[in-house]
Each structure stands twice: as C-alpha cells, then as structure tokens.
C-alpha cells in the first residue's frame, strides 16, 4: 500500500494579554508609526503571568487533535520547535508529552527558529510515508517576551517578537490519486551556518566560559537575541524567493496554480518583496503579523489556524509555505489541505 501524509488537525493558541506598539512607545523609546512602517506589526500577544512554553503548546496541540477527530492516545510521535524552551534540558517535547498525559511515544525537539515548522513538517512526511507512525503532533511554540531586552537598548528585536502556539497533526492515509488527494506533496530543507551568528542568542552556552554565563555578560545584554537587521531582510526575501520557485519545480505544480501562500511571518515588507519577485498576487498571501508579530516557529501553523477560521483556508486547497530564520535556515513546502 502506497501512504500519503494528509494535515487533519490544526490548532493554535495565543496568551490572551495583548500589547499594542503604544503600550511599547512607552518603554521603548519607538514609535507606533516606525513599527508599522518598517514592519506592518500593530500588535502582539505577551504573556505576562507564569504560563510556560509547554502550557501554551498544550492547548494549540489539544485544539489539532481534536479537530483531526482523534484522540489524543491515537498520537505516536510529537516533534516540538521551539527556540524558547522551558528548560535547557530536557525538550520542551517532553514536558509537553507529559502534560498531554502519554506515556513512551517518541518526542523529538528541533531547533530550527522560524523555520521550525517547515522542518518539522517535512521530518513528519516522511516518518508517516516509511510507514513508522501514523499520527504525528506537530508543536511550534514560542515565549519570546520573557526573553527581550525590553530597555530601548533592544529596541530593534523587542519590537518584532510575540508569543503563541501551533499545532498540527499529520496522518498517514493510502494514497489513491496523487492530484486529488489530500497530502504533503514536497518539502525542501536548507541552512547555512556561515551566518548562525546574525541572529542568534549568545548566552549562556558552553562555548561561553566555565560557567556558561558571566555577570559581564549579563551586564552586556548577551543572553537577550541580537540581529543584524538588514543582512537578514536580504537573505530571507532571496532565500524564500527561490526555495518556493524550486519546491514548487519539485512539486510540479506551477505557482500560479498555488491557492494560498502561508509564508513567515517576520516582516510584511519580506512577503511582500517576495511576492513581487515572484509575481504572486498579494490578495493570495495569508499574513497575520499585523496582530502577532513574529511568533517564531509558531507562526505557520498559528496563521494556518487563522486562515481555516476565517474561511480562506478550504480543504483540497493547494497551499505553498516558506521560511527563514536563524541558522540561518529555510525551507518551503507544497501540499494539498
Ligand atoms: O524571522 C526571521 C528573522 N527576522 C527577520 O527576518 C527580520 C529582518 N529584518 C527586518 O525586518 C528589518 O531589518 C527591521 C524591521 C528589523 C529593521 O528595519 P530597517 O529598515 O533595517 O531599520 P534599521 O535597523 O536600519 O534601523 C533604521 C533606524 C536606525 O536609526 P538611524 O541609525 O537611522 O538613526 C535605528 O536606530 O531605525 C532605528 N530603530 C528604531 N527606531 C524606532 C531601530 N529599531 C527601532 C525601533 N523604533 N524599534
């Protein structure tokens, strides 16, 4: 029997606490008007309480079960990405696992940044097409805001980060017509360390000193992110450009026959750059970063929520999606809702 990977649950949850660009003018030293401009954000959701990654990942991943009609001992693996784990170690995977209240289905934790969902996606397809495991949870999670340099210091990254979750479950099902049926179709998977260090959280890590962290160090702002802004905008407009062009070669559907585009979301003035490279009419690109900010690898399966929500988003759409961050990594994936 020939399986396909079909996407039949999806969920997602933000923490309710909403903090508009003018609840930052009044600790950051910015300005409503210079986030919007440079990014289109107007709002993002923070947690301001002891609520955990895992917590927020708890409900985004109870959401997807159930709307994939299952239970949750029906799952047999859960893949986590995340950059703002709970813990150090173990994975934030695990503490999920545990909340969900199953016991020795395999956790795996990834730590791709923005393109965690991408990544996680495609490591899903092809546990379910070897015929392994049949029901995959999919988590990308994030609590930035317990980690911003939230003095006017860290203005350029604090601005642009929200908190939230999503969650996906991805199933094997028999394959009977690959155009028609419901499925991941390709995914294409890339990274380049020669850059890990323009965006990237410095402290504490083990190539850091003795005790992974020095007072220096803190003083410094070392454990909050830092990012070379324009460097970044220049390789993620690229890079998404033409790894959407090649998954869709891959695919072999032409982008005009695409239905949606779920991109990233870490700045609209990326998505809309790429949709006029690409000719993509931008009534087709879904963005949700006006009221979240970038939520890291939370944001496609969180904007895949929205889009199912408010009805855009139909089963048997065909769905193009692509990601940069940090790594830097990226990737794009086709398949059909
Ligand atoms: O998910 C993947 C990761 N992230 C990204 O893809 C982000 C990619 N980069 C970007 O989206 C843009 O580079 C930013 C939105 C982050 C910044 O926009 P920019 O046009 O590259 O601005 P800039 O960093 O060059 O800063 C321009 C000015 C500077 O002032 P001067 O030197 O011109 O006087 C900054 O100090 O804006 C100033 N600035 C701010 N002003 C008000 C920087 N941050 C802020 C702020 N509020 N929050």
């Known amino acids: 029997m020939k399986y ?40 993002r959701h923070w947690v301001d ?79 379910i097409l070897s015929g392994s495991h049949k029901n995959i949870l999919i988590v990308g999670s994030e609590i930035h805001s317990k980690g911003l340099d939230k003095t006017p210091r860290g203005r350029n990254v604090s601005v642009l980060f929200g908190d939230g ?19 991941v179709i390709a995914t294409q998977l890339f990274a380049d360390g020669a850059f ?24 410094e702002g070392l454990q909050y992110p830092q990012m070379n802004g324009k460097t ?6 690229k890079r998404m450009a033409e790894c959407l062009g090649s998954v869709c070669q891959e695919a072999n559907v032409n982008l005009a026959d695409v239905d949606l585009f779920l991109f990233h979301q870490a700045n609209l003035r990326i998505n809309s750059k790429v949709a006029e490279m690409l000719s993509i009419p931008e009534e087709k690109i879904f963005n949700t970063i006006q009221n979240y900010g970038n939520t890291t690898a939370a944001t496609i399966p969180l904007g895949m929520d929205d889009a199912i929500k408010a009805g855009v988003l ?23 809702y």
Not at 198 to 215: F, H, Q, T, Y
Not at 232 to 237: D, E, K, P, R, S
Not at 316 to 334: C, D, I
């Open 314 to 336: 139909k089963k048997g759409m065909l769905v193009a999606s692509a990601a940069f961050g940090s790594g830097f990594t990226w990737g794009s994936a086709v398949f059909r």
């Open 4 to 43: 396909r990977s079909e996407i039949t649950g999806v969920g997602s949850y933000v923490p309710p606490k909403v903090f508009t660009n003018f609840d930052l003018e009044k600790i950051l030293d910015t300005t409503d008007e210079w986030i919007q401009q440079r990014t289109g954000i107007i709002e």
């Open 49 to 127: 309480d002891e609520t955990s990654n895992s917590d927020l990942g708890l409900e985004a991943s109870l959401l997807a079960i159930k709307n994939a009609g299952l239970d949750k001992k029906d799952i047999d693996m859960i893949i986590y990405a995340t950059l703002s784990p709970d813990h150090e170690f173990p994975g934030t995977g695990c503490f999920l696992q545990a909340k969900l209240g199953l016991h020795e289905i395999a956790v795996l934790d990834i730590r791709q940044q923005c393109t965690g969902f991408i990544y996680a996606l495609s490591i899903a397809d092809k546990f």
């Open 165 to 183: 979750a999503g969650a996906v479950v991805v199933s094997r099902k028999e394959l009977l017509d690959s155009k028609k049926d419901s499925r």
């Open 196 to 219: 890990a260090k323009e965006l990237w959280i410095e402290a504490p890590g083990v190539a850091c000193g003795n005790d992974r962290i020095s007072k220096e160090m803190l003083d």
């Open 232 to 237: 970044v905008f220049v390789h993620a407009t």
